[in-house]
């Protein structure tokens, strides 16, 4: 079994990028081409890749392993993989963006609660805290609610067979679909706090990283084949339709469960075959190495944008052509000197054992 699968890295830059124009996009407006339009409308579907990806890495590398029994290690591993970054880039926004955007009647206890819920990675639990530079930190929030169950839903997810881990993955996605739908329709409810609720709040977009877990342990059973190309084209070409004629009619992350069968038979590909076109090109360094940054991209562009449209008059054209290259360069740099260098320090030290 393979643990580093090249291609899946390079897709999370794919994803990060889409992402980051979306948020541009949906700040600066609209490009007036019709099929690109359509394209950013659907940027949230990078989340979800991000959520079932989560889920898929996280069950393949787990195989043969009891995550509970080293749980210190785990959770070490998995603090390491956020926060230096993470909080590296926080303390910047709080400086360059401002702190919060509403503290209230009483600013001081208000900033005292934001600060802590920032801090412990619980701001997503908190709908009235989207926005400003929280408006992409509430992801972090919510991938630290499925690295912290993730140990017990593994010792329960192991235990169903093949055909009940299918079923599971269809529920899984059925349920996305369903709190999504759910979540636009039924009123009243403050347009933002309703939005926030539906779109950030952890337990609704705890299905996504559910079928994700559920298909990595599938494509870790021998009686699973591994899908051909051609079908995971056909399939993958069906979720592009679906996103360019639903995009306007359906919420985002409604969207995002219509895209999940074709992520799940794309990671699949790519953890079964180590040949093709397609592994050649998602291999190479400097796409890996992007992927790598990927997320010191989906962090710094969280600053980045609301300092570019404070700073530029009139956004657009070749100012924002390069305003995407540079940050994206900033980014490998974050990457290179904060993320990559503080990692292994802070997991060691989280994970070393008390002395008796």
Known sequence: MRRNIPPLTSLRFIAAMWVFLFHVSALIGPTGVKPIDNILKCGPVGMTFFFVLSGFILARASHGADVMADYRGYLGRRIARIYPAYLFVL???????????????????????????????????????????????????????????????????????TSELRRGIAWAVGATLFFSLMGKYIQPMEPGLHFATFYSMPIFRFPEFLAGMMAGVLSLRGDVGAPRGRKVIIVSGLAVLLLA??????????????????????????????????VWLFSRPAFVFLGEASFALYLVQIVAIPLYLAKVATPGGWSLALFVACTVAIACLVHLLVERPMRPLVARWLSAKPIA
């Open 91 to 161: 303390v910047i926004g709080w400086y360059a963006v401002g702190f919060a955007a509403e503290l209230g009647a009483r600013p001081l206890r208000s900033g005292v609660a934001h600060a802590i819920a920032d801090l412990t990675l619980t701001n997503a639990w908190f709908p009235q805290m989207f926005g400003g530079i929280r408006g992409g930190t509430w992801s972090l929030s919510v991938e630290a609610f499925f690295y912290a169950i993730f140990p017990l839903l593994l010792h329960l997810v192991l235990k169903l067979d």
């Open 245 to 278: 004629f639903g995009a306007k009619a359906l919420p985002e992350v409604a969207l995002g469960a219509l895209a999940t069968p074709a992520l799940l038979y794309v990671f699949r590909y790519f953890a079964h075959h180590e040949g093709g076109s397609a």
